[in-house]
Structure formats: structure tokens, C-alpha cells
């Protein structure tokens, strides 16, 4: 049964083939989106399930990060339920101060520093930003081991989002680039210590995570913009050349020793940021997309249920050696380390995929794109997989289920058609 009835106007083939195309390719990321959103709901309602609950002898760094990856999602998703039941699991069982002395201890402000963006409690505000003060008093703890640029990074961009205080991103900007100075080698990777000079998975994730998040806030005439962006391009470009054939990233980057193995919260990482950079136009598309989409293939094939697995367990290492990491544990499938990972680059691929799959794609398009006449088109016309103009009277019940749909406007300063795909 043909479930379409050609309208009077019929494109030409080379229109046909050029919309077939696109239809097939916006199909392909209305799929990617939405694995991103169900399985980082799946992983975050699994979090959320384990009863995990702020308080100042329990919460970690690892918890502030899953638990801000949930918020994650539930912003780039339009989840208002999710964000919620995270503000009132902490606002009910929250510290009464956030322990200070380390940088990860003080890392845990960037929780209540985001959930005060969106509720505006000031309870949550003077919470996080005593942590980000202190921080700051003390220059960020820094240990020059990667991680600081993440937990020391990661509070100072929450700060800077709830108060606009610039003196936070200034900060941060000077902290990233001394790390670069010291840690960062020739071929775009960190070692993760100065007396560990070793290429960690998820030590260099959180150097590219840091390195993004500074990103999305510092304003491209900050005098710090263009050496952190550099740093940046060059740190992700090192990724991709030591990325597995199969899309994956290793517990320690370029070594091929038999003990090495797949590591995913260190990937995961590695997809925030580099999805991230595509949304943002830091990355070139033809160089970076499909590694990424890879990438993300691989990661949620390292699920089990709910739970990421081959998530290298919280460690510091002993001798500096290739070994400490060889030899690291690994731990349980849905490790808080990978839970985080995971909802931050499920956030960044969805945003990613629903953003392109929801503006305006194809502006002016080419001659060989329009009909011969090249009138304007003065509303809006469906067309079918052949490329035949469609009433969208009695719209067929195929159009009602989430697939996209090629919709032509006219550009009226050019007359000339426009495409968005919608879901």
C-alpha cells in the first residue's frame, strides 16, 4: 500500500537524490540521539536507585561529578523530573559545609554551585562558593598530577556560571596553561605526574573534560582564549592517534603491552569533550566525527544493564611506572568514575545529534538543488522519500511516529529553499 499521493509539484533527480540522502542521514542521528538520551537516563536512574546521599563524611568528588552528570542529561534531554530529584536529594541531605584541604574534597562544591543556577537557593550558593573561595585561596591545591585541572577546573566554571565573578575563569585559564607547560608532551597527551610519566586513560580525561568545560565559558577575547584552545586542539588530536581500530581508548594510551585493556571511563571522557568540540566548532567535523561516533559505539557496548564496566577504580600510583597502571584494578560495573564519564558524553552526543537534528541545516542551497522555474516557495512543503511534494492534509500515519521529516521553507531574502529535518 503506497501511504503517499504525489502532489501536482515534482522535484528534479538530482533534488531526489540530494534529499534521499539527507533523509537517510538525519534518520541515522535521530538513532544516535536517542540511544544517547535512553541509555543515559537508564545509567542515571540506576544511580539515582542506589540511594546515594550527600553528606560530609561520605560524598566524593565522584559522587558531585555523577551526580552533575545527571543534571547533565537532564538539561540537554529537557528532563525537569530527573534535575529535581536530584535538587531535592541534596537539598534534604546536604552538608553543612564542604570539606576544604584537597582538591578533590573541594571539587564537591561544583554540585551545589550548579543546582543554584537553575533554583536560585541561596543556601546552595554560599555552599559552593565557600568551597570555590578556598580553592582559590590556596591556588587550587595543585598536586601537578592531570586530575587538578577537572576538580580545581570543574569548580571554578561553576562558580564563574553562578556569580559571573570573572576573577574564577581567570584562574582556571592560568591554572589549565601552567598544567599544559608541565605536563603536556609533544604529541598532545598529559603524563599524568611529573614523577609518573605515564599516558592515563582517565588522567587524560580529565584534562580534556576540564580543558571543555573552561572552554564553553572563557570569551574568545580573554588574552588566555586562543593558548587554551590550542592546547585543547592539539590534546584531541593526540587522542585520535592513539584511539583502538575499534573505536575505544586503553587504561594507558599507546602502550602495547599485554596487560593493557580497554578502559571506558577515560573514553567516555574523551566524548565529552570531543563531541563537545564539534557542537561548539573547536573541531573539524570530517576529521573528528566519525572517530567520535566510534567512540560511542564502543562505550555503551561496555555496558552491562545499567552499569559501565572496565572502569579502571580510583588509584594513585606508587612507583611512576607503566606498571601501576597495567596492574591497576578495575572496578565494579557501575564504578561512580564511569557513571560520571558516561552521563557527560551521553549529554554531549545528544545534544550534539538533536541540534543538528533540530535547526535550520541547509541554507541556500545549491543551483542543481532548486527547480528549474526557481520560484519562491512561500510555505511549507513535505516531500516523500522520492522526493515528491506531499499534502500534509490528512498527514499519513507514517509521519506520526518519531522519524524525521524533510520540511522546505523559503529563504525570502533569496528565494531560495532552506531544509530542516524535525523529529
Known sequence: MNLFKPGKNTVPRYTKIFFCTTLAVFALNADISDVAMEKGRMVANDYISRNRLPNSSSFNYFDACSYYG?????EAINDKVLFETIYDKYKSNKPSSIPTGDVDKNSSGLLPLYLFISTKDSSLLKLGKAAADNSLQHKGYPRTAIDDVYMTG????????????????DFFAEYLLTYMDKLQQSDGLYWHKLDSRNYWGRGNGWGAAGATELLMELPHTHAKYADVLKGYQNHMAGLLEVQKNNGIW????????????????????????????????????????????????????HLQGAK??????????????ASDYLNASKGSPGDSHGTAAF?????????????????GVIKNCPDHVLTAKRSPITKTHYFDLNGRCISINNEPKIFQ?????????????RFRPCITITK
Do not use: H
Not at 559501565?308 to 611506572?321: C, I
Open 70 to 74: 545527571i543534571c547533565l542529561l537532564s
Open 250 to 301: 586503553m587504561q594507558l594510551l599507546g602502550s602495547n603491552d599485554p596487560r593493557n585493556w580497554e578502559e571506558t571511563s577515560g573514553t567516555a571522557m574523551f566524548l565529552f569533550a570531543i563531541f563537545t568540540g564539534l557542537k561548539n566548532g573547536w573541531l573539524d567535523k570530517k576529521t573528528y566525527l566519525e572517530p567520535a561516533e566510534k567512540g560511542w559505539s564502543a562505550l555503551i557496548g
Open 401 to 413: 511516529r518519531q522519524i524525521p521529516k524533510i520540511i522546505i521553507t523559503s529563504d525570502l531574502n
Open 154 to 169: 570543574s569548580l571554578m566554571v561553576q562558580a564563574y556560571r553562578a556569580t559571573q565573578g570573572m576573577k574564577y575563569l
Open 343 to 359: 552521563l557527560w558524553a551521553s549529554a554531549a552526543v545528544y545534544q550534539y545529534f538533536s541540534d543538528t537534528l533540530t535547526t
Open 308 to 321: 559501565l564496566a572496565d572502569v579502571a577504580a580510583g588509584f594513585w600510583p606508587s612507583t611512576g611506572t
